[in-house]
């Protein structure tokens, strides 16, 4: 499948103001940094796809994921402090989902795999913590309470030695969840 093919599968545009209004811009892929495109960014629509969106540049800082929708007003419906400074398209991920996650950072302490989401990880695997994981399949989000609440991060495959090196500084999180199908 060409890039093209891929990028037509998400698609989210940014306006400047709330309720859709002042300049837009038109997305279909990863964008490190809205500033070359808006000057602030109060709204936005997702026409088709997933996408993570950050309140700082290069992916970093806290983050917030965004379905197909409208989004008039986000800072205030999800509680940002600041506009979006740059997003990251979600590619649908088909097949199993792996994950192994680790009470210590670099990998240290005790390990456990998940394969499916996880709404509690003290009481499924009695850990206090998750400061580490292993992609081996999927897109994951990863929350810092239990049951799916509080700041989030995204995570796809590839090793995570240390969350604090992804603006998650003192970040453990607690509870996991696949991005599947029904997220899109």
């Keep these: ?17 709330k309720n859709f209004q002042g300049r837009s811009y038109e997305c279909m892929s990863d964008c490190s940094d809205m500033s070359t495109y808006l000057n602030k960014c109060h709204s936005c629509r997702v026409e088709k796809g997933c996408f993570m969106v950050y309140d700082r540049t290069n992916y970093m800082g806290n983050q917030y994921f965004m379905r197909r929708g409208e989004y008039a007003d986000y800072m205030s419906m999800m509680g940002m402090s600041d506009c979006i400074k740059s997003c990251r398209m979600i590619n649908m991920h088909r097949g199993s989902y792996r994950m192994k996650i680790y009470e210590k950072e670099n ?15 003290m009481e499924r695997f009695s850990m206090s913590n998750c400061m580490s994981c292993n992609v081996m399949e999927g ?3 990863m929350y810092e ?3 799916f609440r509080g700041r989030m991060m995204y995570v796809r495959s590839g090793e995570y030695k240390n969350f604090m090196n992804m603006g ?7 509870s996991m969840k696949r991005i599947n199908d029904s997220c899109y």
């Design 107 to 121: 990998f240290g302490g005790q390990m456990s795999e998940l394969m499916d989401d996880c709404d509690n990880v």
């Design 1 to 17: 499948m060409t890039s093209s093919g891929m990028n037509m599968n998400s698609k989210m545009t940014f306006y400047e103001e």
């Design 139 to 141: 897109n994951w989000l």
């Design 168 to 174: 998650q500084s003192s970040m453990r999180f607690m």
């Design 145 to 147: 309470q239990a049951q």
